[in-house]
């Protein structure tokens, strides 16, 4: 589509949901990088909600009056339809408001946000202290919604309450002053004449207002009770992977997936040290290697802008053709009180933010490579980085609704984690030790499936699990936040903090975990299919740009569409 060519009914529809979105959520907008909401918060209220829902049933309803007139109008179409239908059923039950967690909850969302802001100019500072100033109306309406929510639904679980009280009382500790003299440094403006140390001295006290609040009065409204069940489970597996899945199959593949990841740890744990007791006693003698440790932070950022970038040089124009303007992915430290694992966030949408990747150092000083090489082919290059900013990119191809909102997290972290495999594929992982850290994740993704669709499902273990650390013989016994802990800690070898951090996360998430594994399943599954289809002719190549430039996608409909593809 040329700047020329006026967009087609379906695609104008689709910037319209944009514009809408960006209205009711500035958090939304500034993480796409739609200018003008720089100074503004949501409204996380009740009745806001409401007006989200009549919203997206009136968008759904004037959806289906669109004519497509191409197959790239019909896939938008298509994301447009699954992805509102998916959020409609959300609203309808209350779900955005009845589930949080320290992962995901208005506290950690504003505190983000503002380091993805522009901190450049004097306008820039001034940005930063409304929006400052917004932090408590902008909690106060949560704080609402809280109550309502707790006088109509069951909330989660006290964990997430108490969780989320921790995290807020540890940004209430500073963290906002420290934000916004960076700001006015990097402005060149007075932190005090600015307003920029009195706004952000009233957001830290906002938040630890809310702190003692989520103690007070909603922590003994919380539910005492872990799992949501399978009918809430089955509603989040649709947004999360865009599919109606089969959860006890996906449960007993998941736990063979598991057992044939650990054989091969086994293999290696044994060759690295001999006659090894266990997998966690291989990761001490691998932390403990000069030669892998990363010393201070400012190394260890280099070292990853650095790894992203040789793999990009690596990588382009042969297995991807990636694009100069999306080559760098920058890096840098989580903000404190964030979740135990990396993560990314996307570049604007004008790309003038770069794609960022986030490594929280949980107080950590000193790091261990082996662990994260990975993680940062996952975060990056070709995991995240090159698939949402190729999306970005392919405006003629992808609606602004499906390249900016429209994504599953089964094709989005379902490529990721195929991206870890395809570098095991290609032998980046040669090194016994970073094997075993690339095994340690792909453990972790099929430990989620069966702890996530475990607890919430509240199954009980598989009958050959055998013994979990000092919970003894958990073989057949139901399943528990401990026995999960234990499970990641000895079979994925992940720290406790961070076995706490995941299984807390699966707690407040359900099914966000599961769509890991579910997307590598479908990357996996679509890749077979080409190449016995198409034979001689397949190109892996080929493949990979076919199916990012058709952008994330439910997974039924991305399978749909791969199985049309003709190989060019």
Request: proline content about 4%.
């Amino acid at each position: 589509m040329s700047e020329t060519t006026p967009p087609s009914a379906v695609f104008a529809f689709a910037d319209e949901v944009v514009d809408r979105l960006a209205k009711s959520d500035p958090l939304f907008a500034t993480e796409a990088g739609i200018p003008g909401y720089e100074r503004l918060l949501p409204d996380f209220s009740a009745a806001q909600q409401r007006r989200d829902q009549d919203e997206t049933l009136r968008d759904l309803q004037a959806l289906e009056l669109l004519v497509s007139v191409s197959d790239v109008d019909r896939i938008a179409k298509e994301v447009l339809r699954e992805r509102l239908s998916v959020r409609l059923a959300l609203l309808e039950a209350d779900e955005y408001r009845r589930t949080f967690s320290v992962l995901s909850s208005p506290v950690s969302a504003i505190r983000q946000v503002f380091e993805l802001m522009a901190t450049t100019t004097t306008d820039d500072a001034t940005h930063v202290a409304a929006r400052l100033k917004a932090v408590r109306a902008s909690l106060d309406t949560w704080r609402g919604a809280l109550l309502v929510t707790a006088a109509e639904h069951e909330l989660p679980a006290v964990r997430h309450v108490l969780g989320i009280a921790d995290q807020a009382d540890t940004h209430a500790a500073g963290a906002f002053t420290e934000l916004a003299k960076r700001v006015a440094a990097a402005t060149s403006v007075d932190f005090d004449t600015s307003g920029l140390a009195n706004a952000a001295k009233d957001a830290e006290a906002a938040y630890a207002e809310l702190a003692a609040f989520l103690r007070s009065e909603i922590a003994p409204k919380a539910s005492t009770h872990e799992a949501c069940g399978e009918e809430r489970y089955q509603r989040w597996s649709a947004y999360w992977s865009g599919a109606t899945l089969d959860l006890r199959e996906l449960y007993v593949w998941g736990y063979q997936d598991l057992r044939r990841i650990n054989s091969r740890m086994w293999e290696i744990a044994n060759e690295l040290l001999p006659g090894a007791s266990s997998l966690v006693a291989v990761a001490d003698l691998l932390d403990n290697d000069p030669k892998r440790a990363i010393n201070g932070t400012d190394t260890l950022l280099t070292m990853l802008k650095e790894f992203t970038q040789r793999t990009a040089d690596e990588m382009d124009g042969v297995h991807f053709d990636i694009d100069d303007r999306i080559r760098f992915c920058d890096a840098r430290l989580a903000p404190e009180g964030s979740s135990a694992a990396p993560y990314y966030i996307n570049p604007s949408e004008d790309l003038s933010r770069p794609g960022t990747t986030w490594f929280p150092t949980m107080g950590e000083t000193s790091f261990s490579w082996w662990r994260h090489a990975s993680t940062w082919y996952h975060e990056s290059i070709p995991g995240h980085h090159l698939q949402i900013a190729t999306a970005l990119l392919a405006a003629d191809q992808q609606s602004r609704y499906h390249r900016l909102v429209g994504s599953t997290a089964g094709y989005v972290e379902g490529w990721a984690l195929y991206a870890e495999r395809l570098m095991d594929e290609l032998g980046y992982f040669s090194d016994l030790g970073d094997e075993l850290g690339y095994l340690a994740n792909q453990a972790l993704r099929a430990a989620r499936i069966v702890v996530d669709i475990g607890l919430h499902l509240e199954l009980d273990a598989p009958s050959d699990l055998g013994v979990l650390g000092g919970l003894g013989d958990c073989s057949g016994k139901q399943w528990t936040p401990e026995m999960a802990v234990a499970l990641l800690e000895e079979w994925a070898i992940q720290d406790h903090v961070m076995s706490t951090s995941e299984v807390d996360r699966y707690l407040g998430l359900p099914a966000q975990a599961i769509s890991y594994k579910v997307g590598e399943r479908m990357w996996l599954a679509a890749r077979q299919e080409a190449k016995d289809r198409l034979g001689d002719r397949f190109s892996l190549k080929a493949f990979h740009a076919h199916a990012l430039v058709l952008g994330p996608l439910a997974v039924e409909t991305f399978m749909t569409e791969m199985a049309a593809w003709d190989g060019n």
